[in-house]
């Protein structure tokens, strides 16, 4: 889907990012050339060095690696939460600080990060008031946010009295209510347990299917990145980069079965050895 | 990198000169202005009369000089007299201090021994904390001062004491519950005996919390002290020195200086605590490493 | 009874709404019941041993005076009450907005944080003779200024603690929406702070009437509730001295509890997450 390394950076130098082609289309986001170093002097740690992405529009990629291969801090050089040491992003030909400030990014974390003190729609509504829309219509807006992750029922309720994956149900509706081009996922579903967290899975194709959006989805679980995602960037720590990119050919939609196929279990099997890899260099 | 003591010291001392500058900015402002606002007849609520000892909006530095002063026709200085007085009041909140973390402690001990008596009293101590109590203080002082074996000082502790024990007791029962569920079970796996679960377990995985109970007794104290200075017959202490400077409306500078002399009572028994929970816990540290 | 030093935290909360009727009856039956056999046993040996009223009078002496003297009460509790409630107020006022105003640059929070606690440690209330100096000691106001001045300095503490204690992801949230700085401010950083806030609240509602009282020590108004108690004592009433404390202590109980009301009304969600 993409470029190996060489070409990449032949093209990356100087053109503008909303021409880098790929194989599923116009790149929504181009990641060049990042860098991120925390810390000064010997003290250094060196998080990302030289990674270039460029992820296509309506595709749903995920970055995969051990912990401390700077995949986090890759999906929030992205969101521009973080500024990179060196290099540059671009969201739809846009600088990320300005794709931020237009509101193009829908940001959903591990933890739900829910105003405790708000009912469960006025989360939703949350960021619809930041962006200024009248009261009416984004009451409206989040109560259809909510049907879609079927949490219609919980509009009144407080986040406390809800579970971890409804929470985190909600964070989507949040994130997703502003119809951002972007969704960035930094490990949402981490904290819950193996069941529940396929049954995310399943709803989250789901939504991402219907809402015809692109997701950069961060995880550490292989079978999760392989029944979710088009593209899977395999990462290392230390510095953290790209180690490999593999296309995933199951057919979308994809259900409970998908999970049984072969080709699934290949795919897996292909991922984990390759992050093995990782762990031996 | 920034030296944080430094940049703390600085901070603070930035917001005390700014403080003082308002002060006698207000003081100037006022004075240059007739002591009402621009333009009206409309009067400033503190009203600065520029000069001399009744100047109810002192100088900083007359209020810092009326220590080297005499502090009525001749004789004595202000400052060696609030020295004597000082230590009159001193006695007072170490007594009542002392007194009300020892009984405090107890009650809480008490308390985490029975839940009955908990439930039954432990409400009450929390209500306590919502009621002016120190309005007993001219109870107490005269009721006190009924005993004549104990001297006037004893019923101006007694209040202190009184003050002390309602925090120390309540944080002592939070500090008794402090140790976590596994150590107690690890204790009782040892069949060990309730003194032994009370000194190896309880009471050592409670003292930061008696520390919390004892800064805040450290202050009550001091205020029972004063409040129960004002509350006696005899105006001893600093609080009685407060209180009789007050009445005196000739002595305004002296008022401020005895007040500053109050504070800083107040601020040397809390940094007394803070201390000696220092040196503990650094004991502690030292154990566990 | 004193401010506590440090920032106040927020509610113990109510995490007790699990259970039915029955286990508050468990947990207020003990109270009740201590509260009956202490006053009986109050009573009776106060009549048996024949204490003399100086040291401890009977509570049905008491209670009757109480019911005696509900107008002169009633005029004591409104004098100290209202001073206490405007120094409230006021100094509860002055102390969020000093709060909100430090909480924005760095070397003003710094700087006032150390010096709020070391005036938690000071016997602010030893000030009223300044008050009374300025206002008059017949003017409510210097009643109402010690009170304010012993309520500013939690409020300001907890403010500034509570503006600062947002969570790391909701700030990661709110800038990844790019949400202008007065958004961060009303949508995330205040309602973070109410339950420190209220919590500065409750401990402000307490010392209030503690100052207002000793305020009246210092000498205060005539009807005033602290110089009331002064004067019975003085005229050997005792009975009548305990029936005005006990007024006092209800009316800080009242203050206190629509304190407690208005933040269980205003912060249902409680302090859990």
Known sequence: MIPSDGSTASTAQNDAPVGAPSDGGEALVSVRDVTKRFGDGPDAVTALSDVSIDVPAGSFWSLIGPSGCGKSTLLRVMGDLIQPTDGSVTVGGRTAAEARRARDYGMVFQKPTLFNWRTVRRNVELPLEIVGMGKDERRKRAEVMLELVELGDFATKRPGQLSGGMQQRVAIARALSFEPSLLLMDEPFGALDEITRERMNDELLRIWQRLQTTVVFVTHSIPEAVFLSSHIIVMSPRPGRVLAEIDVDLPYPRSEDTRELPRYFELVTEVRETLREAQQL | MVNKGLRATLNVTGVLVVLLALWEGYRAAALALGNTWPGTDVALPIVVRGSGNADQFPHIWDVAAAFGRPYRGGGELLSSFLLGELAYTMREVAVGFVLGVALGFLLGVLFRQSSLAERGLMPYVIASQTVPFIAFAPILIVAVNQVEILPVWMGVAVLSMYLVFFPMTINTLRGLRAAPATAEELMRSYAASWWTRLWKLRVPAAVPFLFVGMKIGATAAVVGAIVGEISAPSSEGIGGAIFAFGRATNNAVQLFATTIVAGLLGIATYLVVVLLERSVLRVYEGKRS | ?273
């Open chain 3, 1 to 273: 009874m004193t401010p506590s030093a440090s920032a106040v935290t927020p509610a113990a909360s109510s995490t007790g709404r699990r259970s039915a009727a029955q286990d508050v009856a468990g947990r207020t039956l003990p109270a009740v019941l201590t509260a009956l056999l202490v006053l009986v046993l109050w009573e009776v040996v106060v009549r048996a041993v024949g204490i003399r009223p100086i040291f401890l009078p009977t509570p049905s002496s008491i209670t009757a005076t109480f019911f005696a003297e509900i107008p002169r009460l009633a005029e004591a509790i409104w004098t100290t009450g209202r001073a206490a409630i405007l120094g409230f107020v006021i100094g509860g006022g002055a102390g969020f907005v000093t709060g909100a105003l430090a909480a924005r640059w760095r070397w003003m929070r710094e700087g006032l944080l150390p010096m709020g606690v070391a005036f938690g440690a000071i016997p602010i209330v030893a000030t009223a003779p300044i008050f009374n100096l300025w206002f008059s000691s017949l003017s409510v106001w210097s009643n109402a200024a010690v009170v304010a001045l012993v309520v500013f300095f939690p409020m300001l503490v907890n403010t500034i603690t509570g503006l600062s204690a947002t969570d790391g992801g909701h700030e990661e949230l709110m800038r990844s929406l790019a949400a202008p700085r007065n958004a961060v401010f009303t949508k995330l950083m205040v309602p973070t702070s109410l339950p420190f806030v209220f919590g500065a609240l409750r401990v402000g509602a307490a010392l209030a009437v503690i100052a207002a009282v000793v305020s009246d020590f210092f000498g205060g108004l005539r009807s005033s509730a602290g110089f009331f108690i002064k004067t019975l004592m003085a005229t050997a009433d005792y009975t009548g001295a305990w029936a005005t404390v006990a007024a006092l202590c209800l009316f800080g109980l009242a203050l206190y509890g629509s304190v407690a009301l208005a933040e269980r009304t205003l912060t249902p969600w409680g302090d859990d997450g």
